[in-house]
């Protein structure tokens, strides 16, 4: 007699193929939309950042260097002249901080800068799509080698006019000249105290290696929406359970099912067993779509039919259970607030929709006494590649998790009359 209620339970869904749209179709749309907007966040990508950048300098570089030289080349003696003259160019900051910065190939990646005249100033600060335009006074080189060499109190700045409005490309230029400060200080600490840069490099003759320790494999974004959608979806499908059960209630299907001296708790089995049953099929059908479609495979499938099934069970222990109550206060409420509610919460707190656990323990630890986000955690486990007995915990805490709910629903459900 299980069997029928079980038959029975399957061709009511087949009889509402809105309802059987909505657990099956809606669950791999939603899996496309969210893998597809979402994907480049979920696989650690970024949006591709470029920041133009305008730079005028208001007086050559060279014309300052050959005044300067001839400036001080009747204040010290030959021999000093002779060395500054052989360094001279790698005390030059506006050539230092185009070679060494902006022509940089891992900077040319995101930063465009564009070489100005005076003339293309104010045009260049009515475009928005300029991120920063960096200007060099007069007399900067100059103040910047007088400082280094004589010592002499001046402190050259840079003007630099920020879009606010591209706020990203502010930090990042902002970023790079504060470090190329930061470098012009320390050279000049070292110079001014006897030291070569190259004294503080570590000795090239020690050796390192990194090594990875139980290296995981990566989890794709369709792979991760896959899990996320069909562990929400799955919820619902122990509220339609119950819904159906409810109205049979109503229209006093299931006492004509008790005069017919069948035990009611046969019928409380044949709930429990058409939600896990109903439950699994709904799971391995959204599971083989995304294999087909997404490329998501399983390497270790007895792992993953082992959670898929201890999961289904705990969502027939909550069928069974909503019916057990709605059937105790002859009330489909909790039925409504279970799918409306509950199963949201639970979504959010599972990371169905985001994996919101990696930025809180207290959420992530919520999130594992969920049915749901337990068996989301079992899967990336088995999809990171680790063996059976990394999931143990998840597969234990599903097992109980649908016991418990069997157990209250026995302790619920109508022991006398099943109409109020």
Known sequence: MVWNIIKKQGLIFLRNPQELLLLLALPIILITILSTALGGLMNGESAPIKVQVAFLEHESEGEQVDRFLEDIENKLPPEVMDEIRANIDSMLPIKQLKQSVFEQETIKEFIEVHYITSAEREEILSDDSFTSLIEVPNN????????????????????????????VGVNIVHSILEQFQEQLTLGKFLGSNGFELEELQLNEDIRSEIVTINEKEPVTSQAYYTLGMVLMNVLFLAGAIGSFAFKEKRLHVVDRIIVANISRWVYFIGILLSGTIFAFIQSIFIFTFSRFVFGVTWPDLTSFLLVTLAFSFAVGGIAVLLVSISFRGNSDTVIH??????????AVLGGSFAPVGEFSKTIQFLGNLTPNGASMTAYLTILRGEELGAIGNQLIYLACFGISAVVIAVLCFPKRGLSA
């Open 337 to 346: 607030f279970f799918s409306g509610i509950i199963v949201t919460i639970f």
């Open 140 to 167: 900067f080189t100059y103040n910047t080698l007088s400082n280094l060499v004589l010592s002499e109190d001046v402190q050259p700045t840079l003007l630099v006019t920020q879009n606010e409005g591209e706020q």
